[in-house]
């Protein structure tokens, strides 16, 4: 499926980037269970409307195995808690590890999703439009190396064919196509330095560096990304409020503490809830928009 | 002659600026992060603090490139380490870990300077999680392989001379690459430092970080040498002069 087809692709980079930067921080600060099990559900939610559903029980293979050790080994390495479940070379296996280690295995596969949500949707146009303005001269070097990278593959594949015709290495044992890759490389590495000085001989003749240059860009704030921007910083600061005034506070150690379920925190949780599962939202409303004006016709 | 004056002095204006920036990050801002954040979290949840902490520690470079005196080729040939280092890892990703991005690092370092070393790996670390995926761990790879280069600019004089000090420098850069790394991973799984822990990751990684030494020093035997000459042949043809 086309990333570009996306709804939340569509908005301005610095919303993207305000909202991305609001959800991956909440979620990494969060111990509460309840916010973390609305950020994961959010992110995979999110994820499933990025991507089809193959990859991502492709990554669910990787993943689980990795939150399986986290939650298994955070009692190994600590000891706090105040019911033991057995005793391990002398040593007390606490309910409350293995509880906190659950909690941080969730933690960090949802900020592992929602990662992934950020480098789907900000890909590299839109962090150079961001950064552009701040780093110029590093934002420029970025791009140019983006620009080599696929160059520098259709060149490899050049230089290595035309290896191969003149015979060298074309056995196909392990240690001569290594020696193939080195020997291509080094070619590729001679070949892009050379070329690289005709770029900025080229650059140079085009008036880089003079002033008043300008950039193209294809990114036009709309009222929707004024939108977006003022929920996300309206549902931080509710959720930020919740944590700096220990409304969601929830404690692992010494001993667990109940979830807090009055109107204050349940105010929170809903704001997190606005707030995380919005893009999945809009997403789903494309969907059933765009289903529905196909069957119209 | 008059406007070359000027642009001189604006230049060295620009310097001054440049320096007094990154004595302000470094002293002020910082400590103050430091001291603010263990004020804010009290004792849990450093790994984003420590993310933060890294990444300012990488604006210092980031801001004398953009101020100071760079000319189009050596950007254009920073571009071009960069996406060699990116590429390799296609080259060889049919063997696991097995990455020639520290060598490329290196040997830019040694060939081009610290701050183009620094520059090359912190780039190639962001640019090649547009590929991977990026993530919190983004921040540490930067300052891991920038590391690397700037430390390769600090000793070219010994690592252009002795291939002794290369394969060492290989190596060394190998195993400091992965305990960099292994802070974050230690400090990810419940955000405080808890030594033991870090222990494991460190014992849990040695094949990794095995292959990780082994392909530095292949790589940077294999390449540095050969690489050195054209980035000379190149620096030679370019009039790219050197002010360190």
């Given at each position: 499926?086309?990333?570009?087809?996306?709804?939340?692709?569509?908005?301005?980079?610095?919303?993207?980037?305000?909202?991305?930067?609001?959800?991956?921080?909440?979620?990494?600060?969060?111990?509460?269970?309840?916010?973390?099990?609305?950020?994961?559900?959010?992110?995979?939610?999110f994820?499933?409307?990025?991507?089809?559903?193959?990859?991502?029980?492709?990554?669910?293979?990787?993943?689980?195995?990795?939150?399986?050790?986290?939650?298994?080994?955070?009692?190994?390495?600590?000891?706090?808690?105040?019911?033991?479940?057995?005793?391990?070379?002398?040593?007390?296996?606490?309910?409350?590890?293995?509880?906190?280690?659950?909690?941080?295995?969730?933690?960090?596969?949802?900020?592992?999703?929602?990662?992934?949500?950020?480098?789907?949707?900000?890909?590299?146009?839109?962090?150079?439009?961001?950064?552009?303005?701040?780093?110029?001269?590093?934002?420029?070097?970025?791009?140019?190396?983006?620009?080599?990278?696929?160059?520098?593959?259709?060149?490899?594949?050049?230089?290595?064919?035309?290896?191969?015709c003149?015979?060298?290495?074309?056995?196909?044992?392990?240690?001569?196509?290594?020696?193939?890759?080195?020997?291509?490389?080094?070619?590729?590495?001679?070949?892009?330095?050379?070329?690289?000085?005709?770029?900025?001989?080229?650059?140079?003749?085009?008036?880089?560096?003079?002033?008043?240059?300008?950039?193209?860009?294809?990114?036009?704030?709309?009222?929707?990304?004024?939108?977006?921007?003022?929920v996300?910083?309206?549902?931080?600061?509710?959720?930020?409020?919740?944590?700096?005034?220990?409304?969601?506070?929830?404690?692992?150690?010494?001993?667990?503490?109940?979830?807090?379920?009055?109107?204050?925190?349940?105010?929170?949780?809903?704001?997190?809830?606005?707030?995380?599962?919005?893009?999945?939202?809009?997403?789903?409303?494309?969907?059933?928009?765009?289903?529905?004006?196909?069957?119209?016709i | 002659?008059?406007?070359?004056?000027?642009?001189?002095?604006?230049?060295?204006?620009?310097?001054?600026?440049?320096?007094?920036?990154?004595?302000?990050?470094?002293?002020?801002?910082?400590?103050?992060?430091?001291?603010?954040?263990?004020?804010?979290?009290?004792?849990?949840?450093?790994?984003?603090?420590?993310?933060?902490?890294?990444?300012l520690?990488?604006v210092?470079?980031?801001?004398?490139f953009?101020?100071?005196?760079?000319?189009t080729?050596?950007?254009?040939?920073?571009?071009?380490m960069?996406?060699?280092?990116?590429?390799?890892?296609?080259?060889?990703?049919?063997?696991?870990?097995?990455?020639?991005?520290?060598?490329?690092?290196?040997?830019?370092?040694?060939?081009?300077?610290?701050?183009?070393?620094?520059?090359?790996?912190?780039?190639?670390?962001?640019?090649?999680?547009?590929?991977?995926?990026?993530?919190?761990?983004t921040p540490?790879?930067?300052?891991?392989?920038?590391?690397?280069?700037?430390?390769?600019?600090?000793?070219?004089?010994?690592?252009?001379?002795?291939?002794?000090?290369?394969?060492?420098y290989?190596?060394?850069?190998?195993?400091?690459?992965?305990?960099?790394?292994?802070?974050?991973?230690?400090?990810?799984?419940?955000g405080?430092?808890?030594?033991?822990?870090?222990?494991?990751?460190?014992?849990?990684?040695?094949?990794?970080t095995?292959?990780?030494?082994?392909?530095?020093?292949?790589?940077?035997?294999?390449?540095?040498?050969?690489?050195?000459r054209?980035?000379?042949?190149?620096?030679?043809?370019?009039?790219?002069?050197?002010?360190?």
């Amino acid at each position: 499926m086309n990333d570009k087809m996306k709804i939340f692709n569509t908005y301005h980079p610095l919303g993207l980037f305000i909202y991305f930067a609001s959800a991956i921080v909440i979620t990494m600060f969060m111990i509460n269970p309840v916010m973390l099990t609305i950020a994961i559900i959010s992110g995979i939610a999110f994820v499933l409307t990025l991507t089809d559903i193959r990859t991502f029980l492709k990554n669910l293979a990787y993943e689980i195995p990795f939150f399986i050790l986290i939650a298994l080994t955070n009692p190994l390495f600590s000891h706090n808690g105040v019911t033991p479940l057995f005793f391990l070379n002398g040593n007390a296996v606490t309910l409350e590890a293995v509880l906190y280690g659950l909690d941080m295995g969730i933690m960090i596969l949802g900020v592992i999703y929602w990662c992934k949500c950020y480098s789907i949707i900000v890909d590299s146009e839109k962090f150079i439009y961001l950064f552009g303005k701040a780093i110029p001269k590093l934002s420029l070097v970025l791009s140019m190396a983006l620009k080599f990278v696929p160059v520098f593959k259709r060149q490899y594949r050049k230089i290595s064919d035309a290896q191969k015709c003149f015979g060298y290495y074309a056995t196909d044992s392990y240690f001569d196509k290594i020696r193939n890759a080195l020997r291509v490389f080094s070619c590729l590495i001679t070949w892009s330095l050379e070329s690289s000085i005709d770029t900025s001989v080229a650059m140079k003749a085009k008036g880089y560096g003079l002033k008043g240059r300008t950039h193209f860009h294809n990114f036009r704030f709309h009222i929707r990304d004024l939108f977006l921007i003022a929920v996300t910083l309206f549902m931080d600061i509710v959720v930020f409020t919740g944590i700096g005034t220990d409304i969601i506070d929830f404690r692992f150690y010494p001993k667990i503490t109940q979830i807090n379920l009055n109107a204050e925190s349940i105010a929170v949780y809903g704001a997190f809830i606005i707030l995380m599962f919005m893009p999945a939202f809009l997403e789903i409303k494309e969907k059933i928009k765009w289903k529905y004006y196909v069957e119209r016709i | 002659m008059d406007y070359q004056r000027k642009y001189e002095k604006s230049e060295n204006k620009n310097i001054k600026k440049i320096s007094i920036i990154k004595y302000i990050i470094c002293v002020i801002i910082i400590p103050t992060v430091i001291f603010i954040g263990t004020k804010l979290f009290d004792g849990k949840k450093y790994a984003f603090l420590t993310a933060v902490v890294v990444l300012l520690s990488c604006v210092p470079f980031i801001i004398s490139f953009e101020k100071g005196k760079n000319s189009t080729e050596k950007m254009v040939i920073l571009a071009v380490m960069i996406a060699l280092s990116v590429f390799g890892r296609y080259c060889f990703s049919m063997i696991p870990h097995f990455k020639p991005i520290t060598a490329i690092t290196v040997i830019t370092g040694i060939y081009m300077g610290g701050e183009m070393g620094f520059l090359c790996g912190a780039l190639a670390a962001v640019l090649s999680n547009f590929i991977f995926g990026q993530g919190p761990w983004t921040p540490f790879q930067m300052l891991a392989w920038g590391m690397t280069g700037l430390i390769a600019g600090l000793l070219s004089r010994y690592l252009k001379k002795y291939m002794v000090a290369l394969a060492a420098y290989g190596a060394v850069s190998g195993i400091i690459y992965s305990m960099i790394m292994d802070i974050w991973s230690a400090m990810w799984q419940d955000g405080v430092f808890n030594i033991k822990r870090y222990v494991a990751c460190i014992i849990s990684g040695i094949p990794t970080t095995a292959t990780y030494i082994v392909s530095n020093i292949i790589f940077l035997l294999i390449l540095a040498r050969p690489v050195g000459r054209k980035l000379e042949r190149v620096k030679l043809k370019a009039d790219i002069i050197e002010k360190d």
